[in-house]
């Protein structure tokens, strides 16, 4: 079975500092790994995917994730946090034969303050 | 492209009640995945349609229940409506294909009182 595990359910940062949102995953079989941002009363906003193209994966908004098969982890990170990178973060995995089964880690709430 | 749309947006039952929600995916994706997000149990997988047939399912009791159409349009319903089912129900669409990007609609409030 896969599983996904988010380290911190609330991260604080303060603008311009590094963020980093940290994810774990156990699969029996090589993932997909996703990340997504919700904004308040929005859907799901696709980061970033990984598909074992590169481990070192560059999504939107000047995020990027790195898999490292060893530590089983696909953290998120951004150099430089903004305003309006608050939000919720959801990392989730894939790819068990379920298709479009995702499976969600329980989420980190990111507060960027001035 | 207009992304994946969702009706009604917000919604209001009482116990015992049946709801049906619907979703239209983004125009050339063949599959649609339901989500149910809650704060306690966070996102969980409902089930999955693609070309008209279920093709994964969640833990989910029989009271929840789905169905698509030839034009992709999916919808899902759930009868005997309980307090517990109060959550945010996301659809989303994509190709069908494995690891293929899952693209989220804004989702139904759904209240139960």
């Known amino acids: 079975a896969q599983s996904v595990t988010q380290l911190g359910s609330h991260v604080s940062v303060s603008e311009g500092a590094l963020v980093l949102l940290r994810c774990n995953y156990s699969s029996s079989v090589p993932p997909y790994l996703f990340w997504y941002v919700q904004y308040p009363n929005q859907g799901l906003q696709l980061l970033l995917k990984y598909t074992s193209a590169a481990t070192l994966v560059k999504g939107i908004n000047g995020f990027e994730a790195e898999f490292k098969k060893s530590e089983t982890s696909f953290h998120l990170t951004k150099p430089s946090a903004h305003m309006s990178d608050a939000a919720e973060y959801f990392c989730?995995?894939?790819?068990?034969?379920?298709?479009?089964?995702?499976?969600f880690g329980a989420g980190t709430r990111l507060a960027v303050h001035p | 492209k207009a992304g994946v749309t969702q009706t009604p947006r917000y919604l209001i039952k009482t116990r015992g009640q049946q709801v049906t929600l619907s979703c239209s995916p983004i125009?050339?994706?063949?599959?649609v995945s339901w989500y149910q997000q809650t704060p306690g149990q966070g996102l969980q997988f409902l089930f999955e349609y693609f070309s008209e047939t279920q093709r994964n399912k969640g833990n989910f009791p029989g009271r929840f229940s789905g169905r698509q159409f030839s034009n992709s349009r999916s919808e899902m319903n759930v009868s005997t409506l309980e307090l517990g089912d109060s959550a945010l129900y996301l659809c989303?669409?994509?190709?069908?294909?494995?690891?293929?990007?899952?693209?989220f609609g804004p989702g139904t409030r759904l209240t139960v009182l």
């Open positions: 125009s050339g994706h063949r599959s």
């Open positions: 989303a669409s994509s190709l069908g294909l494995e690891s293929d990007t899952q693209y």
């Open positions: 989730a995995v894939s790819g068990s034969g379920g298709y479009n089964k995702l499976i």
